[in-house]
């Protein structure tokens, strides 16, 4: 690829992490923004962005011919209760009850840009192989989460909903 084709993705890349932020900024409540969420929701944010975005990248795989799905649905499986709590506190802090999302609310629409975000990313064989592997160790990890949030904070350091409600530091 050309150099002007690398910078070409590289702006509308960076124009559409700009238009996610600020379409997560209109969601959240006046509140919301006022301050910085609480720990808790930022480790339920994390959370859920890394399985948003492990999904993503297991579906990518599979189509460049890495089967990661396995790997990647027994790391869910494992941690399917942690998952699930993020979830719950997410929908909470979006005001929607923990029966689940309406179509179009708060909760959906936040899903809804964490799943563009990842979706169109950029992967290779190689990276699909380093993926798998983190899915599998996860999974087998039988440490009651440790690792599984270990590798959620290494690789998703200030989630996309963090970055919407704090205020940078002056």
Known sequence: MSGLGREVIRA??????IAV????ALLCSGEARAACIDEPVT???????FEM???????????????????????VTAHRSLFDEASVRLRRFFGEGVDGPR???AYDRYATLLANRYGGGNTSLDACRVFDG????????????RMLGA??????????LERATCSPAP
Do not use: N, W, Y
């Open 134 to 145: 983190v899915a599998a160790e996860v999974a087998k990890a039988g440490d009651g989460g």
């Open 151 to 160: 590798v959620a904070r290494a690789m998703i350091e200030h989630p996309l």
């Open 103 to 105: 179509h179009g609310s």
């Open 21 to 24: 932020l600020a379409a997560l």
């Open 12 to 17: 509308r890349a960076m124009r559409g992490g």
């Open 43 to 49: 480790t339920a944010a994390r959370l859920h962005e």
């Open 53 to 75: 975005m492990m999904m993503d990248v297991s579906l990518r795989c599979t189509r460049l011919g890495i089967a990661m799905q396995a790997d990647f649905d027994g790391m």
